[in-house]
């Protein structure tokens, strides 16, 4: 007999459960879970409680089930929170409350966007698909779609998942309070301001978010009703594209969203015009596979300096190959209607003409012109109609960028090797291996003067110092806290340098992490500290743009 299918919100509870759980193993599996040998089917992993794990799948792991008495026991997403939380307590020797929320807020995200999936209408260009089908998101983060806690009628008209499209809010600024650099004359052809007042486009949804009410009383700011055209919103979600102007405006979007408030710093913006330049001059000297969609400027007003912001950057018309389709990078691996790799018949050719459009470029701009580009996380791929074939690459985003002057050497390798081995955009499919002489007979001349191809590890640092806070740190003494490797940043030890200014402090924000009652201040992701690999510990963490 033919059971009937479950009911919608049924089976969209069963999805988001899918969805939500793949990251969340793939985090708790890799830092604190020892895998078994002969794992068989399903693969089996002592917990540091002492607990047996058995999942289904390697990259993507699904249908968790725990050891008990009687045999193994399906979890469900729920159970599964409380059963990291558990385990991350018990190996860090910190509790932190406001993981789990950040968790069951992903998944409840997730189940809002497929059913909004199941009503809008799929967009016809295949780049829009690309960029708004990363329903999975980040697979190495155990809250990728955590949307800050807010009602879902706040952020699912905005949501890229959801295939949104909109209009952008206009403001008036008045012209004395206008702070703007770089090339902005694309704001001013949005709309008609009255005399007086400069245009600033804003994002509805942060316009929500931010208190300006004093500045529309006064008069700094006025409503000058919305954009006559829709932008639609890219997978940053604070980034939206233009079609009909050809423009992406970038915005602040005061909301946690993985790792930080996506805000654009006030440290950034005053570095943007010098970190562009850098960037293209590097790309102009070494003209090849890749492109750079550049950051021409930026506008905002005084007394919201940070919260009003909008970053103007080039569009894809001028940048795209003749017959090449725009796709995001990330994309590839999530899998949209259209994906080219559906089609490869060769996935190791494919990867290698991927690899040969975006390695080239990078160890160039490193070794050439002391330029780190932090950006293929926000890469674009381009390929010719009717090829699967990467072409090249159109990359993005200065604030990711790392210059020469700004910090060691040392740290600029470790970046660099982080971006094209450890998190590269396209990952989640089994891919060769990238071996030193791979990457040298794919960086060319490069190659020479190019540590990353030369040494299979960036050079190892020297172990720090034990943490005299040993009892107290919510680092358990091991001294390796925060986001670089090195010094422990208890406040009993002296702080690691952080150049950029971009230390991320606790979860939400830039502010410090307080550790157990009695205990030290101790600058952290929430104060969990998770396990890695000594491989790993020689490379900084991600910051998920």
């Not at 725009?326 to 080219?340: D, Q, R, T």
């Not at 293929?376 to 020469?404: K, M, W, Y």
Request: charged share 25%; aromatic share 6%; glycine share 8%.
């Amino acid at each position: 007999m033919d059971l009937p299918p479950p009911p919608a919100d049924t089976a969209v509870a069963h999805g988001a459960d899918a969805y939500a759980a793949a990251p969340l193993l793939n985090c708790l599996l890799r830092e604190v879970a020892v895998p078994l040998p002969d794992p068989g089917e399903r693969r089996v992993y002592r917990l540091p409680s002492g607990r047996l794990l058995r999942v289904r799948g390697d990259r993507r792991p699904a249908e968790p089930e725990v050891r008990t008495a009687p045999g193994w026991r399906r979890v469900g997403h729920t159970e599964l929170v409380k059963l990291a939380a558990e385990e991350l307590t018990r190996h860090t020797g910190v509790s932190n409350h406001e993981l789990p929320a950040e968790m069951i807020d992903s998944r409840d995200a997730v189940a809002a966007l497929l059913m909004a999936r199941a009503r809008a209408t799929v967009p016809d260009d295949p780049y829009q698909r690309s960029e708004q089908c990363l329903v999975t998101g980040h697979p190495h983060h155990p809250a990728p779609k955590a949307r800050g806690g807010g009602p879902v009628a706040t952020w699912l008209p905005y949501a890229p998942e959801a295939h949104a499209r909109f209009p952008l809010v206009l403001l008036g600024v008045r012209e004395d309070a206008v702070v703007e650099e770089g090339d902005t004359a694309a704001l001013d052809t949005l709309g008609e301001a009255p005399p007086g007042y400069r245009l600033l486009p804003a994002h509805p949804w942060q316009l929500d978010l931010v208190h300006c009410a004093e500045a529309f009383e006064d008069g700094r700011l006025v409503r000058l009703g919305t954009t006559r055209f829709e932008t639609w919103p890219t997978a940053a979600i604070r980034t939206v594209y233009a079609p009909s102007r050809d423009l992406f405006l970038k915005f602040s979007l005061d909301v946690r969203i993985t790792n930080d408030i996506r805000r654009l710093w006030r440290h950034d913006l005053l570095t943007l015009r010098r970190t562009d330049e850098a960037v293209v001059n590097a790309f102009a000297a070494s003209p090849g596979s890749a492109a750079w969609l550049s950051d021409r400027g930026y506008r905002t007003a005084d007394f919201a300096f940070e919260e009003l912001a909008v970053l103007v950057r080039d569009g894809l018309r001028d940048h795209v190959r003749s017959g090449a389709t725009p796709l995001l990078a990330a994309a590839l691996v999530e899998g949209f209607e259209g994906n080219p790799l559906d089609a490869a018949e060769d996935p190791a050719a494919w990867w290698e003409a991927y690899l040969g459009a975006v390695v080239p470029p990078a160890l160039a701009a490193f070794a050439d012109h002391g330029v780190v580009l932090e950006a293929p996380p926000s890469e674009h791929s381009g390929r010719r109609v009717g090829d699967s074939r990467s072409v090249h690459l159109l990359i993005q985003d200065a604030e990711g960028v790392i210059l020469l002057p700004d910090v060691p050497r040392d740290v600029r390798l470790e970046r660099l090797v982080y971006c094209l081995v450890v998190n590269p955009p396209v990952r989640g499919r089994r891919r060769p291996r990238r071996t030193p002489a791979r990457l040298r007979s794919l960086a060319g001349p490069s190659a020479a003067s190019c540590p990353a191809t030369t040494s299979p590890r960036p050079p190892p640092s020297s172990p720090p110092p034990p943490c005299p806070a040993r009892r107290t740190c919510c680092c358990g003494g091991r001294g390796r806290t925060g986001r670089t490797h090195g010094t422990c940043r208890c406040r009993t030890q002296s702080p690691a340098p952080d150049p950029k200014g971009t230390e991320r402090r606790g979860p939400g924000s830039r502010r410090p992490f307080r550790g157990p009652a009695g205990g030290t201040p101790c600058p952290g992701k929430g104060g969990v500290h998770l396990r890695r690999s000594p491989a790993q510990r020689r490379l900084p963490r991600p910051v998920v743009a």
